[in-house]
């Protein structure tokens, strides 16, 4: 069974570092795009960018370009994201998803990312 | 503002048939067979429910059923039940850097 299981719900402070994390199960976790989904309070859902854990290609969403960094390591079969420094407006749920030919074919649990001083 | 564009909210009641709209662009829903729909109840995860225009993964009930035309996707839902209440977001690939690009979301409310 393809599971995507995520970290716990984050509180942070402005200006925190913050790496949650996905770990994958079920399926050949190397050899498939795990994508980054952002929902911010009571919105739609919007496309991060994307991440290939064999070799750690990624492609950003210009709107996320500069502001997160996604990684992975095989070895564990976990695929990150990470924030330098968080901004109030950081404050959402994150979806990891791992991606099928042309879709996004399951989901983690989300993990919800609260800031606030 | 979202790239693609999906009604706020559309309703119907048990039995009956609703349809979603999704309108992009040729740089996305209509350059491309790659549509997918995503049912997502309040709390969760989305859910896969159309892939490449129209097809269902296995598990998805044939009351869903999908199709594209132009540079606009629609989702059908037939047999309306009070489980299928819950958003509804169409995404698309996209030539632009932007790479996926989601629809704003439907809010089904099964009256």
């Known amino acids: 069974e393809v599971q995507l299981v995520q970290s716990g719900a984050e509180v942070k402070k402005p200006g925190e570092f913050l790496k949650i994390s996905c770990k994958g199960s079920g399926y050949s976790f190397p050899n498939y795009w795990i994508g980054w989904v952002r929902q911010m309070p009571g919105k739609g859902l919007e496309w991060m960018g994307i991440i290939y854990p064999n070799d750690s290609n990624t492609r950003y969403s210009p709107s996320f370009q500069g502001q997160v960094t996604m990684s992975a390591d095989k070895s564990i079969s976990t695929a990150y994201l990470q924030w330098s420094s968080l901004k109030a407006s950081d404050t959402a749920m994150y979806f990891c998803a791992k991606r099928g030919n042309w879709n996004y074919d399951f989901w983690g649990q989300g993990t919800l990312v609260t800031v606030s001083s | 503002q979202s790239a693609l564009t999906q009604p706020a909210s559309v309703s119907g009641s048990p039995g009956q048939s609703i349809t979603i709209s999704c309108t992009g662009t040729?740089?996305?829903?209509?350059?491309?067979?790659?549509v997918a729909w995503y049912q997502q109840h309040p709390g969760e995860a989305p859910k896969l429910m159309i892939y490449?225009?129209?097809y269902r993964p296995s598990g998805v009930s044939n009351r869903f059923s999908a199709s594209k035309s132009g540079n606009t996707a629609s989702l059908t839902i037939s047999g309306l039940q009070a489980e299928d209440e819950a958003d509804y977001y169409c995404s698309s690939y996209t030539s632009s850097s932007t790479q996926w690009v989601f629809g704003g979301g439907t809010k089904l409310t099964v009256l």
């Open positions: 490449d225009v129209r």
């Open positions: 040729s740089s996305d829903v209509g350059g491309y067979n790659y």
